[in-house]
């Protein structure tokens, strides 16, 4: 059984987002906490600006929910660079109690797991969760310099300037994570560093069938089942597969990466990157939540395990997905 | 607080250690299950032989628990290479649930923290917890192209190349998990990338330092306290720091990088990575703690937080460490 539920159902009491200016003029811009004016951030380099968002997602999710950094037990974080220097830096700079994770662009759901389940346990008081993306610091790192000015394929997608943090705790009010389907890393093959979607499809498609499985849930009993960055061709693939397995979606499915960018902001298949579904959850998902206008939320961020050694020594594109349940409880 | 206790004491039913020729020569050679050739281990790159140990080592443990692959709930794991594919691709091999870690050479407690919360909290029934390293992988992508024959400076230590896999249950006999401290990122502002064990040092103490003040107890509470790849100058680093707070380390404290190799083998400060606290937990201290000659553990592996970006940028270099206490019960 890969689907757990949590007894005493951690809340999310406190959240925050943080986004680049081409974010910000997306659909989801007005619901975002803070829209950066450039993307450098006043900082020198765009690893320093991505270590300040995450920075500020921690203080606006602490300030959301009236607390200190010393009041949080540990923080769960990761990011897309190198050894997640963008995650370890932020820890190093509010001093808390830190494990650092990796799950690429599914790191949202692998932290809300793992931090529901120890504060389920009863061990840890506030948890903070923590992953985003910066579009300048990624794309250097994982496909080209940035003066290259390269062209891009219809398969491509947009890595998000994006950061956000979730506080959870048993003690206070705001929507519950409810159960945690933790997923398995699926690998149909693909070997396209420019086709996210496909490569993550698989696992979105296994993670959410095993949900329904585990649960004896149908895809309906959901207001609202969003996968994270699947994109355009992704989300397509997403429910071919699900079909295969008898398996439809309904108009509740969305994907977080799709909906991220207006069509005429050039992105091709949508926004990827870990920022897109910490972002979306943090703003759009949580605020709609309190206003009562979802219920029951099924959050499946996505993550596509690639490495440039991995790719250039032939491999193919692994993916890992997580899902998580939300639902406001009587609150 | 950042010590925890399990109440149900999470036992290690299962252990796997495999290295490289040289680390097969020092001094806990007798102890591996498993001493490689060489160090490309039948595969055409250094990366497929890391994956290959990987994969062994989950082998090897599922073995010495009696379990097959699909016993397994979840696997916890980590690695050095940039997003941690070395994991990730066994947890693909393996088919299971999979979280992605990174603590670097703190990785072998960050899994067993980790998973010991879980499987206390009675979600999880076998957890298997494992890192690695490699030195022909670790180096190239660290430091120096290793055709370059770069020469070493006394400050640095070797990589090793070794992997470790441990299986938790509440089910079968075992060694207990019966707390984890949670370390805080520290950074005392080394900028030197071949003085790992000045860089480290700092978050080994402070985890230490809060571990005895959390429960109360003494250094020589313990039959062994063992940091993990320290060597030879961080050792006697944290020998000080502990010693300016007024705490003395006795005979029972001991470095597993420090130890890993002999003197002849010309590692100047010892063993690092992720391996070699993974290898030594995973053959010479459970095997020990079986014959009953160590009662009481305290191991706490330590992690440098760098990137080669962070470095190339100024950054210093932040260390975490976290401390796991393992006793042998009325087993």
């Not at 997602?57 to 963008?86: C, E, K, R, T």
């Not at 997608?157 to 206070?172: H, N």
């Not at 309906?220 to 994270?228: E, M």
Request: net charge neutral; with cysteine; glycine share 12%.
């Amino acid at each position: 059984m890969q689907t757990i539920e949590f007894k005493r159902r951690p809340k999310i009491i406190g959240s925050y987002s943080i986004v680049g200016p081409k974010e910000g003029q997306g659909p989801f811009g007005s619901f975002f906490d803070y829209v950066m004016k450039n993307d450098l951030f006043g900082e020198k380099t765009y690893e320093l600006a991505e270590r300040k968002m995450f920075e500020q997602a921690v203080m606006g999710a602490l300030q959301s929910a009236g607390l200190q950094p010393n009041d949080v037990d540990l923080m769960l974080a990761g990011d897309l660079l190198n050894q997640i220097i963008s995650s370890s830096f932020t820890a190093r700079a509010f001093n808390m109690p830190y494990l650092g994770l990796f799950g690429a662009c599914s790191t949202m759901a692998e932290s809300l797991a793992t931090g529901a389940t120890l504060v389920d346990s009863g061990h840890f008081g506030n948890v903070i969760c923590l992953t985003g993306s910066h579009f300048s610091t990624a794309e250097r790192q994982f496909r080209f310099p940035l003066e290259l000015g390269n062209q891009r394929v219809p398969t491509s997608q947009w890595t998000a300037t994006a950061a956000g943090a979730t506080i959870l705790s048993l003690e206070g009010k705001g929507p519950q994570v409810v159960m945690a389907t933790f997923g398995r890393v699926i690998d149909y093959g693909v070997v396209d560093v420019n086709n996210m979607g496909a490569a993550m499809a698989p696992s979105a498609a296994d993670t959410l069938l095993t949900h329904f499985k585990d649960t004896g849930r149908k895809p309906s009993y959901y207001d609202l089942i969003v996968t994270g960055d699947l994109g355009k061709l992704g989300a397509e693939i997403l429910l071919d597969l699900l079909e295969d397995k008898g398996i439809k979606l309904g108009l509740n499915y969305s994907d977080c990466g799709h909906c991220y960018y207006t069509r005429g902001q050039d992105t091709m298949c949508g926004g990827s990157g870990c920022g897109v579904s910490a972002s979306v959850l943090n703003s759009y998902i949580i605020k709609k939540m309190k206003k009562g206008e979802y219920k029951k939320v099924l959050f499946v961020p996505t993550g596509a395990l690639m490495s440039t050694t991995a790719s250039q020594q032939g491999e193919s594109i692994p993916g890992v997905s997580h899902a998580i349940v939300l639902e406001m409880g009587g609150v």
